[in-house]
T-cell receptor, first 114, second 109 residues
Framework: IAGITQAPTSQILAAGRRMTLRCTQDMRHNAMYWYRQDLGLGLRLIHYSNTAGTTGKGEVPDGYSVSRANTDDFPLTLASAVPSQTSVYFC?????????????FGPGTRLTVL | GQNIDQPTEMTATEGAIVQINCTYQ??????LFWYQQHAGEAPTFLSYNVLDGLEEKGRFSSFLSRSKGYSYLLLKELQMKDSASYLC??????????WGAGTKLIIKP
């Protein structure tokens, strides 16, 4: 593994289903982030974690949950997917939290909720 | 509210120079990033400004004026591979990044 990986690459999901997007980094970064990117809008922060064992809410957290059991993994769960959650989801990491460090992004997961 | 404005799209010619502007109104300011994003790919870091002035890095330079809430990214000697979206992001007072919608740059031969 080099950098950040995300899985799956893309997914079509029926509304109401539960879905977990996976994110793993091998850079030993302390901070990790989940963003969604929608056409015509900037990246919007869903949840973040400044260090293993802690998480925080971003700008658009409703309908999503995260966990950070260890340094490397930061899964994002949609408990009951809705069509408005159709988006491209990017996981990112940085050496330290607080936003002042360069963020490294994974390749993204394209999610369609029908 | 918090807002970052960038032009939606710009067109330039290979070999030329282009300036992409970004204006921001945010609750606090702790720095500004520029990222490049090719279509269908992840954003990648270009530059970081926290003090007023110009930061130069090869063909790319970034300028910041905190009093004016303004930054620009300057790309020189444009190459076809520079065709991409350029994202401006501000570190707000809560230390979360606020992102602009991005400027799609089209390079013509």
């Amino acid at each position: 593994i080099a950098g950040i990986t995300q899985a799956p690459t893309s997914q079509i999901l029926a509304a109401g289903r539960r879905m977990t997007l996976r994110c793993t980094q091998d850079m030993r970064h302390n901070a990790m982030y989940w963003y969604r990117q929608d056409l015509g809008l900037g990246l919007r922060l869903i949840h973040y974690s400044n260090t293993a064992g802690t998480t925080g809410k971003g700008e658009v957290p409703d309908g999503y949950s995260v966990s950070r059991a260890n340094t490397d993994d930061f899964p994002l769960t949609l408990a009951s997917a809705v069509p408005s959650q159709t988006s491209v989801y990017f996981c990112a990491s940085s050496d330290e939290g607080g936003g002042v460090d360069e963020q490294f992004f994974g390749p993204g997961t394209r999610l369609t909720v029908l | 509210g918090q807002n970052i404005d960038q032009p939606t799209e710009m067109t330039a010619t290979e070999g030329a120079i282009v300036q992409i502007n970004c204006t921001y109104q945010t609750s606090g300011f702790n720095g500004l990033f520029w990222y490049q994003q090719h279509a269908g790919e992840a954003p990648t870091f270009l530059s970081y400004n926290v003090l007023d002035g110009l930061e130069e890095k090869g063909r790319f330079s970034s300028f910041l004026s905190r009093s004016k809430g303004y930054s620009y990214l300057l790309l020189k000697e444009l190459q076809m591979k520079d065709s991409a979206s350029y994202l401006c992001a501000v570190i707000a007072s809560n230390y979360q990044l606020i992102w602009g919608a991005g400027t799609k740059l089209i390079i013509k031969p």
